[in-house]
Structure formats: structure tokens, C-alpha cells
């Protein structure tokens, strides 16, 4: 293969590797396939790699069959070199062949082969997830999800099988990655209370992707759905917190936490569920750096209310483990650890509290954050607990010299 020189147009430009499947867009230019549609569609650009021309949000990827054929006649011709001759790619999935597999899963006989196969169309490209989505597939799926979910009279059998169905039409929703606007077709309170119900019920396969899914639908989801979210689904996220160890599955949680938290109602519904123990339980152990941070600012969240801030006082190691991630993971996580602290100090500080705070060496670490580089709203949240008991602190031995002298007057 090395010794044969390729012709340069059988190339993609984004690879530069020989073309499978090559495609044209609107600029003129031919890529492959997959390398293409990872540039647009999961990569979020909009402009053409090589030319740098917009592209239009109706884009096509049109086959370019000529260059195939050229290039598998190359592959053939120097075949005794070691070159493998390139199999004709799959045609992407047309819109009529989508509306009628749909058609065949609505019915019970025909239904775990339609979703068999549109699980493997969903695979093949991102050209089919986007025809699968503009069909209506997902708001399909979805449908079937929770007209399907079972009730409490359901035989084994018939739980059995809504739980494969459930773990295909799951696991297809979550890999067609849905455009915002797709999303938003399938915020709906009924749904989201049908996936609460499968994380708490499902296999674990089901739940791990009710979890993400919910992260993407949440994340675009309007104001008055996140504040009509109900207590089960944040004791739910609590209880995925707590027992599910994979890195994924536990970021898609707190992303789901950080979504639902901005508002009042949902704070006192996490508090009340367990949220603030079990995320206090985890930073003891955490030392991955994102981890740290989602879990700070969720804390960061509910300490923006009483009860927030009394959990994190009623666990023994409570401000201790926020206090020790401050310089220790991250500039943003040492923010959000000093709001936390910062609204302790300023809403819940009991002379017990204000006494274990020197106890434990949060005022220290408050010294030593006017001595070192950080953010100045940092600094100045810093400066203002210190400030607000210096009367129990100022002049305490609990404090190192070298830190004493940075004490604001």
C-alpha cells in the first residue's frame, strides 16, 4: 500500500484517508460519510471543513456514486499490491421505509423486530438518525414507552417483556441525538414521569439511559416543567447517586440536578430526598475533577436554602470536605466551595458553627485564599466571612502565623 501513490481525490479532506463512502455538499466538496456527518452533526459545526462556507440548515449529503465506483475500481485494480476492494455502502434509510416500520412496530406481533431494525438503521449513520427523527420516530417510541408501562396487576411475563421493549426504545431515543428542537418534542410531564418511574424500576440498562436521556431533555426543557418536577424523581436521582458507580450514569445525575435546582420549589424537593448527604458522602471520596466541581455547585444550589444549609451542618463532615476541595481541584470548584461556606456564614452561623469553623480550618483556607491567586469574587467572598466574625477569629492561636498576617482589619 505504501508504495502505490493515491490519487489525491480519492481522499477525504478531513481524514485523508481513501473514501468508503464519499458525499458531496452544497459547497461543492466531497467527504466521507461519516467523518462529514461527525463534523456537523456531533461536532455542532456549520460550515464546510475545506471551504469555510456556511452550511444551510436543510443539508443534504448527496452520494457522490461516481467517485465510488471510481474508487472501488482503483481498489480492484491494484488488489495484488494489497489494496481490499471497498464494499458498496448501505443507502441511507428513505422517509416511506421509516413511516412504515413505525406502522409495523405499532403492532404487538411485529413490534421487537421493527425495533430490532430501527435499532440497526440508527447505527449505520447520522444521515438515518436525522431521517429518523424528522419521521417522528422518537415521539413514537416515546409513546410506546408510556402506553406500554405496566401496571401493578402485570403478569412476570408481560413485565418481562415491557422491559426489553423499554431497554430497545430507550437505548435508540438516547443514540439518535436529538436536535434541541427534538428534545423539546418529548418534554412532556407524563414522559418525564414515566422515566422517573423506570429509574426506579427498570433494568439497569434502562435506567442508565432514562438518567441521560433526561439530562438532554432537561437541559432545553422550559421553566414550568423543570418546576412541576415531583419528590420521587429527586429521591430517584438520589438513590442513582448512591449505587451507581459508573462515571457517565453518576455526571448525568448531578447534570440533572444542576438543571432542576435554580428553582426554590425543586431545592427543598432534593434536601428532603437525601441530596445533600449523599453528595457530601461523595466528595469525601471523589478526586476526579469534574465530579468535584458538579458536585460543589449542586451543594452551591441548595445551601440557597435553609434546609440546604442545615443538611450540610447536620453531617459531620460536612463543611470539612467542602473546605478541603478548596486549592485542591480546581479555581471553579474553589469558588463554589467558598459560596457554600459564604452562605453558611452569612445565614446559619450559630456560635457553634462559627467555632467549628476554626476548628476544622475553614478560616484559615480563608487566609490563605487572600495570600494566593484566585478569582477576585472569590477573594472577596473570602474576605467578608472573615470580616463578619473577626471577633471570634481575629486573634485565635488556631491560626498559623504566616496565615494571621493576611486577616483583613
Known amino acids: 500500500m505504501a508504495e502505490i501513490e493515491i490519487p489525491s481525490y480519492f481522499l477525504c479532506p478531513i481524514t485523508l484517508d481513501i473514501m468508503r463512502d464519499p458525499v458531496t455538499l452544497s459547497t461543492g466538496i466531497t ?20 471551504t469555510n462556507q456556511q452550511l444551510f440548515d436543510n443539508l443534504e449529503l448527496t452520494p457522490n456514486t461516481t467517485l465510488r465506483r471510481l474508487i472501488q475500481s482503483w481498489c480492484t485494480l491494484h488488489s495484488t499490491h494489497g489494496v481490499e476492494r471497498l464494499p458498496t455502502p448501505k443507502a441511507p434509510v428513505t422517509r416511506p421505509q421509516l413511516l412504515k416500520l413505525l406502522h409495523d412496530a405499532s403492532r404487538p406481533h411485529l413490534l421487537s423486530h421493527s425495533l430490532q431494525t430501527l435499532k440497526s438503521i440508527a447505527s449505520q449513520n447520522q444521515t438515518n438518525k436525522r431521517c429518523m427523527e424528522s419521521a417522528g420516530a422518537a415521539d413514537f417510541l416515546a409513546a410506546l414507552i408510556v402506553g406500554k408501562f405496566p401496571g401493578p396487576s402485570s403478569s412476570d411475563e408481560e413485565l ?10 430507550l437505548s435508540i431515543i438516547y443514540s439518535l441525538q436529538l436536535s434541541e428542537s427534538g428534545l423539546k418534542t418529548l418534554n412532556n410531564a407524563e414522559f418525564i414521569e414515566t422515566l422517573t418511574l423506570i429509574m426506579q424500576q427498570g433494568s439497569y440498562e434502562s435506567r442508565a439511559y432514562a438518567v441521560m436521556l433526561l439530562k438532554s431533555m432537561l437541559e432545553v426543557a422550559d421553566p414550568s416543567l423543570l418546576i412541576g418536577l415531583k419528590a420521587e424523581f429527586f429521591s430517584e436521582i438520589a438513590h442513582i447517586l448512591s449505587e451507581d458507580n459508573s462515571s457517565k450514569g453518576s455526571k448525568s445525575a448531578l447534570k440533572l440536578l444542576i438543571c432542576a435546582c435554580p428553582w426554590g420549589r425543586n431545592r427543598i424537593k432534593a434536601v428532603e430526598a437525601g441530596v445533600v448527604a449523599v453528595l457530601i458522602d461523595l466528595l469525601l471520596d471523589s478526586t476526579e475533577k469534574r465530579a468535584c466541581e458538579m458536585m460543589l455547585t449542586v451543594l452551591d444550589q441548595l445551601c440557597q436554602c435553609a434546609d440546604g444549609r442545615a443538611e450540610v451542618l447536620r453531617h459531620a463532615a460536612g463543611m470539612a470536605v467542602v473546605s478541603k476541595k478548596i486549592l485542591r481541584v480546581s479555581q471553579a ?54 470580616k463578619t466574625h473577626a471577633k471570634a477569629w481575629r486573634h485565635s492561636t488556631c491560626i498559623p502565623p504566616n496565615l494571621i498576617s493576611s486577616y483583613p482589619s
Open 31 to 50: 467527504y466521507e460519510r461519516d467523518s462529514i456527518e461527525k463534523w456537523i452533526f456531533t461536532q455542532k459545526n456549520n460550515s464546510c471543513p475545506a
Open 160 to 169: 418481562s417483556d415491557y422491559r426489553k421493549t423499554c431497554d430497545d426504545a
Open 333 to 386: 470548584a474553589s469558588e463554589r466551595a467558598v459560596r457554600i461556606l459564604h452562605s453558611i456564614s452569612r445565614f446559619s452561623a450559630t456560635p457553634g458553627v462559627v467555632a467549628e469553623m476554626l476548628q476544622i480550618g475553614v478560616v484559615a483556607k480563608m487566609c490563605l485564599i487572600l495570600q494566593v491567586d484566585c478569582g477576585s469574587k472569590t477573594k472577596e467572598r473570602a474576605r467578608d466571612i472573615l
